[in-house]
């Protein structure tokens, strides 16, 4: 699409008519009052916590607030990369060689990471060119929270799209009982998140009164007491299926009704050209499909970027997402400023995805 | 003409991302129960609202005392509001009507580590009436209750950390009750493996709290007091968690899970681990009080075969038990302080918390219900434990207020760490000592 922008005719924009102007002019118009509400709605609360992210100030409290400039952010954000020297045996001299697996054996993170003026703490060890390096970061739960929610926005939505994809195209085929099939695709995605979240709670319960426990148990796979909540590597994993379960629909919603601005044409000149189905679907159906699912993708991401309950209600303070460690350093520990803080970073973050979506897929381009 | 239209579809979708940020920082609280549509408005009644938990019978019991208060009381209303069981979440709610300075609760239920939080949004009870009653309720949950001079909250009940026990299989398989950690472990384990043998696989050796929360902080703060471990942070703000007893015993517990304990245990809260219990599949059981009278109840496959003990003892040759409990106090921001805090003492009443300890048995803040025969015949265990709940060992909200909750906090998270396998114990705590002085300033 970016390339149908260079081939119009430069022409047409020095001899715009008088009527395209006053039309344009018209449009402006006609947009002043959705841009006083949303002034009034979006922009001065956003403003506030701006402005509350530059002070300390403490939620539900009469303490005193006071302007502490960038130091929220720098509290949130700073990290630091630290080589870790190999540890040294204090009688001999050399380096000190763990006795039951053979390797080296390094200086521990917590010595070598910087206290002043921050304190950084342990986030992941790696080694690099045969280094062993420490990464520390002033606030590793922040930094995990950005990755976990990062990690599940790409796979939920990457899940929800193929599947919206699969189940628009079966629904937008003749078939009886469409109606009510598209219907009910939509129970899961009407279903409030709080509640649905309960839901899969009982059914990752930790024993076999979890549907998923049992099931496993009796095709032979695992002994019945697979903790998917509360095991690390488990958590993400279930986040994601919670998602997709619930938004796929909504996905396949919007995908459909890209579908069926699709002219029939299209599909009967491809028969008599001799194209098959898959040529059909790669050359015909995607590319026009294309807008449909770049709304739908924006919509997505943005959303999944701002988790908040699935992960609330069933990680609570063991795994965090960023809106969820938001909540919990406002309510919490009520550090409103340092949540203010945190709100522009989530802000900034959906800002990047946002704009390289537009670059990406050309969403804002003129179909005319 | 491109360019314009780009430039306003790139306004929209700012516009759009503004609005989710709005949504973001106004985020309404997910937890907020729905207010009950006013009725019967026509005689002017007063309402009171009681924000109350739902742990157990404790709403039912709560509404049951509205009941007799509103039938006595022909002018007021009191209406009880249903709060999450999570302590964290139920404090979340409540930060959000004393930032608002709303009047729409009157008086709280609020746990025994924050009154010394939330004391600036609560009215002192001494000027209403509370000072003659005062005296009767411990004097330690008091003397926590008690800041500044101002008292904040009237003990309701009490509780301390117990050991369940299963006295049917005790016999069974001829064991003793526990008293230290290493008998617990041998039982538990016998037990577990027999009762597998015999063909239920969904039988395990103990279950306790070990989610992520403020009750993971009670089971450590036993564990580690129990081993002569300290209080993490004494009441002198010493810090005073990196020590070997702690280390110690956390590496213990961090042994139980997967092999007396559900690998899950480190997602249950007090109701995960009383459903695995009642429903007969387990062996021992760390709970509150009152999981005893619904242990006892015609519905759960324990009932008669099980009794309460202390927790058990590591290195100082003693169980400890934290020090839990609940305490009713009135919202600064109330419309009508006077009735709000007769309400409250009301609820806190020697008759009430009498009438809770035989159908809820939660343990009464007033000394002479421990003597009183009818508590003593439906929870018999008030009396041979006495010295437990009297003596329980107090988490250092005191000393580390207004940060108790960081504190908690970290480490709870901290030990989480070390029951999943992320970290070590001695690493771990090393890094809670540095973590705690960051937070506290000691």
């Known amino acids: 699409m970016i390339e149908t922008k ?44 701006f402005v509350t992210s530059f002070t300390d100030r403490q939620f539900a409290s009469g303490q005193e607030t006071s302007f502490v400039g960038f130091e929220n952010y720098r509290r949130l ?9 190999p540890a040294l045996d204090e009688e001999t001299g050399d380096v000190k060689i763990d006795s039951d697996t053979g390797k080296v054996v390094y200086e521990r993170p917590i010595q070598i990471l910087p206290r002043e003026p921050y304190r950084y703490r342990e986030y992941k060890q790696f080694n690099f060119l045969g280094n062993r390096y420490v990464l520390g970061a002033t606030d590793p739960d922040f930094i995990d929270a950005i990755r976990n929610t990062v990690t599940f926005t790409v796979i939920s939505v990457f899940l929800e799209l193929a599947l919206g994809l699969g189940i628009a195209l079966v629904v937008n085929s003749h078939f009886k009982g469409r109606g009510a099939i598209r219907a009910s695709m939509l129970i899961p995605w009407a279903v409030i998140t709080v509640v649905s979240a309960r839901m899969w ?59 069926q601005t699709i002219p029939n044409e299209l599909y009967e000149a491809g028969d008599i050209d001799g194209a098959g189905k898959i040529r059909q679907f790669i050359t015909i159906t995607l590319p026009l499909l294309k807008p449909a699912m770049a709304v739908a993708l924006v919509f997505r991401t943005l959303d999944a970027l701002r988790v908040f309950d699935v992960f609330q209600v069933l990680l609570g303070q063991s795994k965090y997402s960023m809106a969820s460690y938001n909540y919990f350093q406002l309510i919490g520990n009520r550090n409103m400023g340092l949540a203010s803080a945190i709100g522009v970073v989530i802000f900034l973050i959906i800002f990047v995805f946002a704009i390289s979506y537009i670059k990406m897929l050309g969403v804002d381009s003129d179909e005319a | 003409m491109f360019k314009n239209k780009k430039l306003l579809a790139m306004f929209t979708v700012f516009m759009m991302l503004f609005t989710l940020l709005a949504g973001c920082a106004a985020e309404a609280p997910a937890d907020v129960p729905e207010e009950e549509p006013a009725v019967e408005e026509t005689e002017e ?14 709403l039912e019991l709560t509404k049951e005392a509205a009941a007799i208060y509103n039938e006595a009381n ?14 964290q979440d139920r404090l979340g709610l409540y930060l959000q009507f004393f930032e608002a300075r709303s009047a729409e609760v009157d008086v709280y239920q609020i746990d025994v580590i924050w009154p010394g939080d939330l004391a600036e949004h609560f009215v002192d009870l001494n000027q209403y009436g509370a000072a003659s009653v005062v005296n009767d309720h411990f004097p330690a949950i008091v003397e926590n209750n008690t800041v500044d001079g101002k008292l904040v909250a009237i003990p309701w009940f009490t509780d301390a950390g117990l050991l369940y026990y299963r006295t049917d299989l005790l016999e069974k398989y001829d064991r003793q009750p526990p008293t230290t950690w290493d008998e617990l472990e041998e039982t538990a384990k016998i037990i577990q493996d027999g009762e597998r043998v015999e063909g239920n696989q969904d039988f395990v ?30 009441p002198d703000q010493e810090i005073t968690i990196n020590n070997q007893n702690a280390v110690e015993i956390i590496e213990k517990a961090a042994g139980w899970i997967g092999t007396i304990s559900p690998r899950g245990v480190t997602g249950m809260a007090e109701e995960d681990a009383r459903a695995i219990w009642q429903g007969g599949n387990a062996a021992f059981m760390r709970n509150w009080p009152y999981a005893y009278s619904l242990s006892n109840e015609d519905d759960s496959a324990v009932k008669g075969v099980f009794d309460v003990s202390a927790l058990p003892a590591g290195n100082s040759g003693a169980g400890a038990a934290t020090l839990g409990g609940w305490q009713l106090a009135v919202s600064k921001y109330s419309e009508n302080p006077e009735i709000a805090a007769d309400v409250a003492l009301f609820m806190a009443s020697y008759e009430m918390q009498k009438m809770r300890a035989i159908k809820g048995s939660f343990n009464p803040t007033i000394k002479a219900l421990y003597e009183d025969p009818e508590v003593l015949e439906a929870s018999p265990f008030f009396g041979s434990l006495y010295d437990v709940f009297i003596n329980a060992v107090a988490r250092p909200s005191t000393a ?19 029951l999943t396998g992320d970290s070590g114990a001695a690493d771990a705590l090393e890094e809670l000592e540095l973590d705690l002085e960051d937070l506290t300033g000691f």
Not at chain 1, 77 to 85: Q, R, V
Request: aromatic residues 8%.
């Open chain 2, 400 to 418: 580390t207020a207004p940060n108790y909750n960081s504190v908690s906090t970290a480490f709870f998270r901290s030990v989480h760490g070390v």
């Open chain 2, 45 to 58: 009644k007063v309402v009171i609202t009681i924000a109350a938990g739902a742990v157990g019978q404790e």
């Open chain 1, 77 to 85: 954000l700073s990290i630091t990369i630290k080589e870790l020297p």
């Open chain 1, 201 to 259: 709670e009982w059914m990752l319960a930790s024993n076999r009164v979890g549907f998923f426990n049992t099931l496993l148990y009796y095709l032979g796979l695992g002994d019945g007491q697979i903790a998917f909540l509360a095991s690390s590597n488990l958590q993400l994993a279930a986040m994601v299926a919670v998602d997709v379960w619930k938004t796929t629909p909504f996905m396949a919603l919007l995908l459909l009704a890209g579908l």
């Open chain 2, 205 to 234: 050796g103990y279950v306790w709290q070990g989610n992520s929360y403020e009750g993971l902080t009670c089971n450590a703060l036993e564990w580690i007091a129990s081993n002569d471990g300290g209080t993490i942070i004494s």
């Open chain 1, 6 to 49: 260079k081939k119009a005719p430069l022409v047409s924009r020095s001899k715009r008519s008088d009527l395209a102007k006053r039309e344009e002019s018209l449009a402006y118009k006609l947009l002043i009052p959705t841009i006083i509400i949303l002034l009034l709605i979006a922009i001065y609360p956003l403003g506030q916590v």
């Open chain 2, 74 to 87: 022909e002018g007021v209303e009191v209406r009880v509001l249903d709060t999450p069981d999570l302590a």
